[in-house]
């Protein structure tokens, strides 16, 4: 059988102290609805990996047991929620940290806070927040000149050519956040591409090979990532050291330099960022321009109101609040595309949904992919309509689901800063189309991305 492979490793800090619990095969987790566990050591573990995702299984699971449901990892209970109701109910006032970064966190091998408790925590993801926050305000400019470069090079191409939406936007993505996170140093191509190879690297492996339990199986596939992990860490540490001798106060690391942490945790937090910052940023603009190509009217509402907003001025920060009707393409993208279509908290306190008791110390899994598409919630889910966020109760929705609101990931935050700059300069100039009889398939991972390289043609838009 695998060994201990899907939460064991990614959730193995999260984890460390709980509670073990003894392992009944003849009962539910906790008395609520759910399956029974299948293998004494791996519990469902195999159920998992023979539905090929996380987030297949979770589907599967919420289809037969309803929307409050459990299974077994080892000999211990998971809950997981799949409807925005239960997620609504659900009491843990563990509020200090973000469950993506904690997930993320934990597969690396990080500790999530400062190790000190909640007022630590609470005041380490202060820190990390700011420290974007003010990075992408110093830096707006350099966001555009990156974007334009993109635009530009796709307007001077031939109309028939067809465009890499993958390739060209996790490269914009992975030069934005590099050159934002750690400084002029990734100016330099070779330099972006050196971090590249180690990122992807290191994101394969927590996206599959700790789903599957094959990294574990495979000493030269963990021996490479552990190397990547390993010289990704040196990179970050050396250029922490470098921009603290610097004194230089313009980029992500320069704000955690400022700060109380060590220089252990300002590697950590430039690791997550850098990490979830490239990819949840890239699969965004990936999903949103595929989802534009297929939808021509929602391209020309888009560019209309860019025009009515922006005129023939490029975007600057003040102005994104004003595109209202953009926002609501990317929180659509977000939706229908489950960016992250898992996240997960361990129940701090005792908490109950429904009738069923969560007893401390449990895993709870918040199914996001399932709930992006619930026909309860939305109607037509699996049709993409940003006019849906019209509706206040789609909006009220998606802030429970942490998908916008004071509990948004700064990550994703981001991501919709750099997508908004993108599309804002893109679709003023250009039109995209679809490439005819090209099938998107999923990979619902910790972020869900096209199997394939997605893509597109691109036409010039008549100027009025």
């Known amino acids: 059988m695998l060994d201990f492979a899907i ?10 102290g709980a509670v073990l619990y003894l392992f009944p095969s003849s009962r539910r987790a906790s008395g ?24 297949e299984f979770l589907v599967s699971l919420h289809l037969r047991f309803g929307s409050v449901a459990s299974f077994w990892f080892g000999g211990r209970p998971v809950v997981s929620l799949g ?21 993320l966190k934990s597969l690396l091998g990080y ?53 890499p939406l993958c390739a060209h ?30 990122h992807d690297a290191i994101w394969s492996e927590i996206g599959k090979g700790y789903l599957d339990g094959s990294l574990e199986k495979s000493s030269s596939r ?15 540490l ?15 690391v320069d704000a955690l330099l400022q700060s109380s942490l060590t220089e252990r945790q300002i590697m950590e937090d430039c690791m997550v960022f850098t990490l979830a910052g490239s990819v949840i940023t890239a699969n965004l603009c990936i999903w949103a321009l595929h989802f534009l190509s297929t939808s021509e009217d929602v391209q020309d509402k888009l560019c209309q109101e860019l025009e009515q907003v922006l005129g023939s001025d490029p975007i600057s920060l003040d102005k994104i609040p004003e595109l209202r009707y953009c926002q609501q393409v990317l929180n659509e993208t977000v939706r229908t595309a489950k960016l992250t279509p898992v ?11 429904d009738q069923h008791v969560i007893p401390k110390e449990t895993l709870v899994i918040y199914a996001l992919g399932v709930v992006l598409q619930d026909s309860d919630t939305w109607s037509t889910p699996y049709r993409f309509d940003p006019d849906r966020f019209e509706e206040e109760s789609a909006r009220k929705s998606f802030c429970l689901l942490g998908f916008s609101g004071n509990q948004t990931c700064p990550e994703l935050r981001f991501a919709y800063t750099v997508a908004t700059v993108l599309l804002s300069t893109l679709v003023r100039q250009l039109k995209l189309h679809p490439l005819k009889g090209q099938v998107m398939e999923v990979r619902s991972e910790l972020v869900s991305t096209p199997k394939e390289e997605t893509w597109i043609t691109v036409s010039r838009r008549k100027q009025k």
């Open 7 to 16: 939460f064991a490793v990614t959730f193995v800090i999260i984890l460390v």
């Open 32 to 55: 609520i609805p759910g399956l029974n566990p299948t293998d004494e050591k791996d519990g469902n573990l195999q159920d998992i990996v023979n539905r090929g995702s996380l987030h």
């Open 83 to 103: 409807s925005v109701l239960q997620l609504q109910q659900h009491i843990n006032p563990n509020h200090s940290t973000d469950s993506f970064e904690t997930m």
């Open 111 to 163: 500790q999530s806070g400062t190790g000190g408790g909640a007022t630590e925590s609470v005041i380490r993801k202060k820190v990390y927040e700011s420290a974007i926050n003010n990075t992408v305000e110093k830096n707006f400019p350099l966001v555009l000149k990156l974007v334009e470069e993109l635009v530009g090079k796709w307007t001077s191409a031939p109309e028939a050519q067809h465009t």
């Open 169 to 198: 936007l996790l490269g914009l993505a992975m030069k934005t956040v590099t050159q934002l996170a750690l400084g002029e140093t990734f100016r330099d191509d070779s330099e972006v591409l050196s971090f590249r190879k180690n």
């Open 222 to 236: 963990k021996a490479h990532y552990e190397k990547a992990l390993s010289e990704m860490q040196s990179v970050l």
């Open 238 to 252: 050396s250029v922490a050291k470098e921009r603290k001798a610097q004194r230089k106060q313009t980029v992500f």
């Open 343 to 353: 996240a997960a908290r361990l129940q701090e306190v005792e908490g109950k949904v």
